[in-house]
């Protein structure tokens, strides 16, 4: 089983991107059998001496022994690795999962001669199983050794699990005195049973940033992209978003980030986040069995919160998601959605969009209404709907796919 | 389409029950052809005078007219007449949909001879279609010289839309000085696009109880029924729950109920809750669909609250539905949702069962655990998940259906 049973995602790019070298960054893979055969499954990431790292963890109430163990090394913000591996989640697996994490964070802290805390270790696979470190930790050695700045792509495809397609992005920043590049890769919500839905990303930087500064960056950032995304509502245990700062392009002549507020930090900011915007946008479009990649524009809420979660109400249903996936015009599950999201909002100013076309309007279908033009619109492999409040000024934009049989095949017809 | 591309749920009963006739209640249906042919789509039921009414209506923000209707007839809390269609949810239907509303219960009014705030107007069907009131409120005189106080088949059927089978259930209390009854009909969360989920539920009873003992019995019989279940946690534009008493029952002998607290009191909110209940687990075992009924059992969370929050968590999580469609003993996906769940919970704390077999024990696989032998369980029917945070005295429990192909083709392929 695995991927053989999975259709390619309509959206799968022809081509991946070639990522740029990072002065100070180093990536290796390799087949460490920790569940799959013949597919690599094990990242190494080295670092050099200096590295800052900022994260974003999941939410989750039964997270993960690597996020757990991740979330503390967060708090010293130095890095020297990360260690990814692909096939066993090490999630609700207690004292052991513990133990097994770290393991593999004090082998990579001896392979490339750091402090167990200056280690980032993520786990995604099946949960419940213990993870057996002792499989793969004696390997990180040789990963260390072995690790080059260009094996990007080797790197993306060592953390998937059912994604279809490795997810790359890259940018360059102009600033003062010298460009900075932004690599980054992700994995996504391509969950076979007995996989969970986890989101992983990674992304580099040569930039010399402050951690802190770096960290409020990638919260404000993940806020606006992987916190408006979503596939079935699902939230894994391992959700991981790190981001790793070498501040080598210093040597170059680029600029010492302290203020995210200055010219210099608004320029890195505003790639950042376009970044993590183009791969958050790539895990929805590989999102498990989708025909569709849906956009929610939600304006006129009582606040932007509000806004969001009028969002992921429409995002999220059921009802909606199915309508879409059978090109059916069927506004009136919006108004239900909006409905039941709990926010303020009045039957009687509500307007609706699919496109550009209006649906809805002040609380009626619009008089200019006619079904067969939506319908022809929602053929098409992007839809957008726009929904206006009509109380206030919040709005949010929310990423989503349809909700298809391919969806249930990959979660109900294969077992494990 | 309509029925008939959708096969009858597994749980459909093969006798439907005989209700009792109830002093002060007569019924009958007729087809309006409102939306579909050949099949009955207008109930009326006709109340004698001194009749009281309770109900529970959807918390929606974009309630359906009928839904804005009844709320104002229960402030008064009489009753003489209930109009329902099914075909036209006359929701998101603007000032037009209010007028229709009122043209229907001002027919209804004159043709028992009351006043229209003493009537209850439901609609259900699709969503932001003008309601053509003139196309059947001028059937209501027939109706209500027609109604037959045996006609509780016939009531069932008017009122649905894409239930495969009508769901009734009837109880007698004994009560110090005479029996009364309660008859309940109820209509479910079968869905076909472009209709929408809309439970309708009508309780009558010829036991003479205050109109505000009545409501506090309904709101609490609710809150452990119809609150407590979930298809595909959407939440309709017109879900209405109305209780009528017709005090009839007092000329046997049966005491007025002044009192919930009371013997009679609580003897009959117990037989009341007991038919609510049979109600509920009939919508769930028509759920859109379905393989599997699905009963989620939480304990040990911080407050009721928590646990009924975790319990729709994991009831409502597209993953852990398909993998019970799958009969796939993925409790991985149990444990995501509890995390997911935003209530306090530890996960070295937490253990899982399915049906009698220890799953998961504090925080871990249970030492126990066969895969083999959960998921031969799984192969059955009903499915029971019982959950144990482990951390308080909370507790609540949850009924749902698994998430199959059937849903989807339901809910995507067909188009309106």
Redesign the interface.
């Known amino acids: 089983m695995g991927n053989s049973v999975v259709e390619p995602s309509p959206f799968a790019p022809k081509d991946l991107p070639v990522l740029p070298v990072i002065q100070g960054v180093r990536v290796a893979a390799c087949q460490a059998g920790i569940r799959y055969a013949n597919r690599t499954d094990l990242l190494m990431v080295v670092l050099d001496p200096g590295t800052v790292a900022a994260g974003v963890l999941?939410?989750?109430?039964?997270?993960s022994a690597p996020v757990l163990w991740c979330r503390k090394s967060l708090e010293k913000g130095g890095a020297r690795a990360l260690v990814v591996n692909s096939g066993n989640?090490n999630?609700?697996?207690?004292k052991?999962g513990a133990e097994a994490t770290r393991m593999t964070a004090e082998a990579a802290a001896r392979a490339v001669g750091a402090t167990p805390d200056d280690v980032y270790v993520s786990s995604t696979g099946?949960?419940?199983?213990?993870l057996d470190a002792s499989k793969f930790a004696h390997l990180l050695g040789d990963l260390a050794v072995k690790a080059a700045p260009d094996a990007w792509h080797d790197a993306a495809r060592a953390i998937m699990t059912t994604d279809t397609f490795p997810k790359l992005a890259t940018r360059t920043v102009k600033l003062k005195g010298g460009d900075v590049l932004i690599n980054g890769i992700a994995k996504g919500a391509g969950?076979i049973?007995?996989d969970?839905?986890t989101m992983l990303v990674y992304i580099f930087t040569d930039a010399a940033v402050d951690q802190g500064v770096l960290q409020g960056m990638l919260v404000s950032g993940a806020d606006k992209t992987f916190n408006c995304i979503t596939i079935?509502?699902?939230?894994?245990?391992s959700d991981t978003v790190l981001a790793f700062a070498t501040g080598t392009a210093a040597a170059r002549g680029a600029p010492r980030i302290t203020d995210a507020n200055s010219a210099d930090g608004a320029a890195f900011a505003a790639a950042l986040h376009d970044l993590m915007h183009e791969l958050a946008l790539w895990v929805v479009k590989d999102g498990e069995g989708l025909s569709k990649f849906v956009t929610i524009n939600v304006k006129g809420a009582e606040s932007d919160a509000a806004a969001r979660r009028i969002g992921f109400a429409i995002a999220?249903?059921?009802?909606v998601k199915?309508?879409i996936?059978?090109?059916?015009p069927?506004?009136?599950?919006v108004?239900?959605?909006?409905?039941?999201?709990?926010?303020?909002?009045?039957?009687?100013r509500?307007s609706i969009w699919y496109g550009d076309i209006q649906v809805?309007k002040?609380?009626?279908?619009a008089p200019t209404y006619v079904?067969k033009t939506v319908?022809a619109y929602m053929e098409g492999r992007e839809v957008a709907i726009g929904v206006d409040i009509g109380i206030g000024a919040g709005k949010a934009t929310v990423w989503t796919c349809?909700?298809?049989?391919g969806?249930?095949?990959v979660?109900?017809?294969?077992?494990?």
């Open positions: 999941t939410q989750s109430k039964t997270s989640a999630a609700f697996t207690g052991k099946v949960i419940g199983e213990p969950m049973a007995p969970l839905a079935d509502s699902d939230t894994s245990t999220n249903s059921p009802l199915t309508a996936a059978g090109s059916d069927n506004w009136g599950r108004v239900m959605a909006v409905g039941k999201a709990g926010e303020a909002a009045d039957r009687d509500l809805a002040n609380g009626e279908r079904e319908a349809d909700l298809t049989h969806y249930i095949s979660n109900a017809d294969y077992r494990s």
